[in-house]
């Protein structure tokens, strides 16, 4: 194996599928972040706004982003590169 795919081994980073609920947080201006069915709180980077309704059950793929200080304070960043809808929430989507 040569040495560049060594390191590219190295650095890649396994997704697997994980359930989470949307949430709507109220503060720091409002924002929406994802609930794992653990209890880990990610703060999605990329949320499509069609997801952005309170008590959306999704199933995400993705990967944490290190190093990112966000003004939420809440969660860890998280780029999402894999959505699938499992229920959409009761409510109204946002207009922002």
């Known amino acids: 194996m040569a040495m560049s795919e060594q390191i590219a081994s190295k650095t890649s980073i396994k997704q697997s599928w994980q359930q989470v609920s949307v949430k709507f947080l109220n503060f720091e201006g409002g924002f929406y972040g994802l609930v794992t069915e653990k209890g880990v709180k990610l703060l999605p980077m990329n949320l499509p706004i ?5 008590g959306t059950i999704l199933r995400v793929k993705g990967q944490h982003i290190k190093n990112m200080v966000t003004i939420q304070q809440w969660g860890e960043a998280f780029e999402l590169s894999d959505i699938e809808l499992i ?4 409510g109204k989507l946002p207009t922002h």
């Open 87 to 90: 229920k959409l929430g009761v």
């Open 50 to 54: 069609k997801y952005k309704v309170d």
